[in-house]
């Protein structure tokens, strides 16, 4: 047989791997800050950049695509380009999605802390990024399928089809939740409205979990795992019924993120269900990569690298457990809106995907620099401090989730709250928020051995750039073999199981979102509910630019404890129906601070204007930031921006919000005068003085109107849980 | 024709049952799937399971 000589393109993965790290420690160092934000809120310093609202997209953001996505990139260029016996199609394509893909990043670095997002969370980024991820991804699925097209392997391994699958849901996933109207380079309204912008959303950024967090991880897993350990995966066949299960009922589960809110019943039970069929798969999975070590557990003992991806491997079990539960009603109307979420996601993220990834790179920077680790006892000291970091951040994380929840829901035997004041459910958990700060300084300790550690062994050996290799061409006309199974038919067929992967992932999400969207049923308008002033808009536009949504929910669940709590005298749940002209949604996935979805009238203005100028004033010992710079005031200019304005309330329109003609052609008096009013009852008070075109007041009329709507329905007011 | 679906799809009682018929759709695919895992060819699973420890690589360390 025809022997052809060829190289594996090592430069690549090596760039991937270091960028992975240095934005990895970045985004550590961000998520630890603003976890000391949450003891000390005096660390934004009053600086809009560095405050909670901005800066914790930046974590997300920044640990999902840069720490994992570079990471998960290196490891697939490393072994595809080995379990197809290829280079990697086109050098150029390679190139230009590493540098296209960190110059995404430094664009998120740079218009996250300035408040440019569209709220959407880990989608925050402005469209114009949102079309640079979009090309960069192509450029990555061609380079891939391209390669896989001209490979001397016939049969994909199943580590593929997991790639596979990830560029093709990530891509639609990416393509339909970012569908917005752009109102200027740096703004944009997401095309959906309320509980649909809320499901398209959460669909998004379930399966962004699913399939950026959670299939490329496990295609590394099913490469990796049997590479370190020199054996075979324990069960192949297991392997694929992990894979298509998993891919089939992912998708679906999205809608667990939205139990007990304004989303139609049945689309919460579809959630529901498919989350708990999850586990079959998930567990599957673990399984599988637990039993490849199967009597080699010496071997577990002297390689550091086996011990990081067993962690890895038992931390996916335990989150893949979790979320099921988490999806059961009961368990959910405990656990959403608190900490338990976070504590939940960390296991995922320091765990399965954290200890995957350094695992891979103790493994993989000594191969391609050929030579061995510098130190195997600093890497077993980073495994040890690493999973006590992780230990330490996720504890205090579940008692903190508890006790909150607990509290919120305790109530006096003459029937009011226990903890009326929503403040002493925060303070209560300070302690806990200390512990987590200790737990995440751990972890990056950890990752400082692991820049030591591979800066050392970097420097004892030299970068294998391009690594010679044989293997004989794959005969073109190969025909299948009679009788041949489907199965292995589809395994040849790279075009055909990127095919089916999409067609799988596409009923799911068509049969759970068209309906949502198209039946009219499912969101019962209420008369009563009319779309925001231009003031409020702007006001509303100041919300999502600090990111309030990041503390505040805005859906008061069908619970006596959350009515009462929110909504004292009418004690009226969120409606479908109250989010029409909500584009983009806010809800909000955790309750640091109160729920606001009722706020509008609790309070006069003065109250939320000193409030926002120091929340310690009006609610002592609160953790939530000061926002002086909407305030002019100490040599500062807080105009409020209007030169978009009309351009939103036209954009607004072209969505379907009912502004009259009259309205936009009238829009400055309007605000004109509402901005006076506020401002006026403001002066009152002779500790304040404010201007109507300060930022301030046009939030203040945004936070007086919320919820007011529903007040002014009589048919409803009687609607109690 | 987005009109068209829209207009039908609002007065389709009981749209439920989607969900319910796709769930139909997966159940056999997995039948299949798990028919087709049971009985294939043993070797050639392993074959395909030895692919990422033969994978020609230059080894040294």
């Not at chain 1, 009326?420 to 990056?444: K, S, W």
């Not at chain 1, 290799?469 to 199974?485: S, V």
């Not at chain 2, 299949?32 to 994978?55: C, N, Q, T």
């Amino acid at each position: 047989m025809q022997m052809e000589r060829f190289r594996y393109d090592n430069a690549i993965v090596r760039n991937f791997i270091v960028a992975s790290i240095l934005w990895g420690t970045v985004g550590f160092l961000v998520g630890l800050w603003v976890a000391l934000e949450l003891i000390f809120p005096q660390l934004n310093f009053e600086l809009p950049f560095l405050t909670f609202g901005r800066l914790r997209a930046l974590h997300t953001n920044a640990v999902i695509f840069a720490f994992v996505g570079n990471a998960m990139f290196g490891g697939i260029y490393y072994s595809l380009q080995r379990l197809l016996k290829a280079r990697m199609a086109s050098d150029l394509l390679s190139a230009i999605h590493f540098w296209g893909w960190q110059l995404i990043i430094v664009a998120a670095a740079i218009t996250l802390p300035m408040g440019i997002t569209s709220s959407k969370e880990y989608a925050e980024l402005e469209w114009p990024i949102d079309i640079a991820i979009a090309l960069v991804w192509v450029a990555f699925g061609v380079n891939m399928i391209s390669t896989i097209i001209k490979r001397r392997e016939r049969h994909l391994y199943v580590a593929i089809w997991f790639y596979i699958a990830t560029f093709v849901t990530v891509a639609v996933l990416h393509i339909f939740n970012s569908l917005e109207l752009p109102v200027s380079l740096f703004k944009s309204y997401s095309v959906y409205a309320g509980v649909q912008d809320a499901l398209v959303q959460w669909w998004y950024g379930h399966n962004a979990v699913a399939f950026f967090l959670t299939t490329p991880i496990l295609g590394l897993m099913y490469y990796f795992l049997p590479k370190a350990a020199n054996r075979p995966v324990y069960s192949y066949r297991l392997s694929i019924i992990h894979f298509w299960a998993l891919i089939f009922l992912y998708i679906w589960a999205g809608p667990h993120h939205l139990l007990y809110s304004a989303l139609p019943d049945w689309a919460q039970s579809l959630g529901t269900v498919f989350s708990v069929m999850l586990i079959a798969p998930s567990w599957g999975g673990m399984i599988n990569g637990l039993l490849t070590l199967r009597g080699a557990w010496d071997k577990v003992r002297e390689s550091v690298v086996l011990k990081f991806f067993v962690v890895s491997v038992t931390a996916y079990g335990m989150s893949t457990f979790e979320g099921p539960m988490l999806s059961l009603k009961n368990i959910n109307a405990i656990a959403h809106f608190t900490d338990w979420i976070p504590a939940h996601v960390h296991i995922g993220t320091l765990g399965w995907n954290g200890f995957l990834i350094f695992g891979m790179i103790y493994w993989l920077m000594p191969k391609i620099y050929r030579t061995s680790l510098f130190s195997d006892k600093m890497a077993n000291a980073h495994f040890w401090i690493g999973t006590l970091g992780i230990l330490f951040w996720a504890l205090p994380m579940y008692v903190a989730g508890f006790t909150q929840s607990l509290m919120w829901k305790d109530f006096n035997p003459d029937g009011t709250l226990a903890y009326g004041n929503f403040l002493e459910t925060v303070t209560q958990l300070i302690p806990m928020y200390a512990l987590r700060a200790l737990g995440g300084t751990l972890y990056i300790v950890g990752m400082v051995l692991l820049i030591i550690n591979v800066v050392r062994t970097v420097r004892s050996g030299e970068l294998l750039r391009e690594e010679e290799a044989e293997a004989p061409a794959l005969e073109r006309a190969y025909a299948g073999h009679k009788g041949e199974h489907w199965h292995r038919w589809i395994e040849r067929k790279p075009l055909q199981m990127t095919f089916w992967s999409l067609v799988v992932i596409l009923i799911g999400g068509i049969i759970e979102i068209v309906p949502t969207i198209l039946i009219k049923s499912n969101i019962p308008t209420i008369a009563s509910v009319k779309p925001y002033t231009a003031l409020e808009l702007e006001g509303r536009d100041i919300y999502i630019r600090e990111g309030c949504n990041a503390c505040h929910s805005q859906m008061v669940r069908p619970f006596r404890s959350e009515v009462v709590r929110y909504d004292p005298v009418h004690q009226q749940y969120s409606m479908a129906g109250e989010y029409v002209y909500d584009h983009p949604h806010l809800w909000g996935s955790k309750r640091t601070g109160p729920d606001l979805h009722r706020e509008g009238g609790k309070y006069p203005h003065s109250w939320h204007y000193n409030h926002m100028w120091d929340p310690t004033s009006m609610s002592p010992g609160s953790l939530m930031p000061r926002y002086t710079w909407l305030y002019s005031a100490n040599g500062r200019d807080a105009s409020l921006n209007t030169s978009l304005t009309e351009k939103k309330l036209k954009a607004m329109v072209q969505l379907g919000v009912p502004y009259t003609e009259e309205y936009i052609a009238n829009w400055e008096e309007e605000l004109n005068m509402q901005a006076k009013s506020i401002a006026d009852e403001l002066n009152k008070d002779p500790n304040i003085k404010v201007q109507p075109r300060e930022e301030i007041v046009a939030l203040i009329a945004y936070l007086q109107r919320l919820g007011t709507d529903i007040k002014k329905e009589p048919a409803l007011a009687l609607n109690q849980p | 024709m987005m009109k068209y679906a829209k207009a039908s799809m609002e007065t389709i009682a009981g749209i439920e049952i989607f969900p319910l018929i796709s769930l139909g759709i997966f159940f056999a695919f997995f039948l299949a799937v798990g028919w087709y895992v049971l009985r294939a060819d043993k070797r050639h699973f392993r074959k395909m399971s030895e692919m990422p420890i033969d994978a020609n690589e230059t080894t040294h360390s």
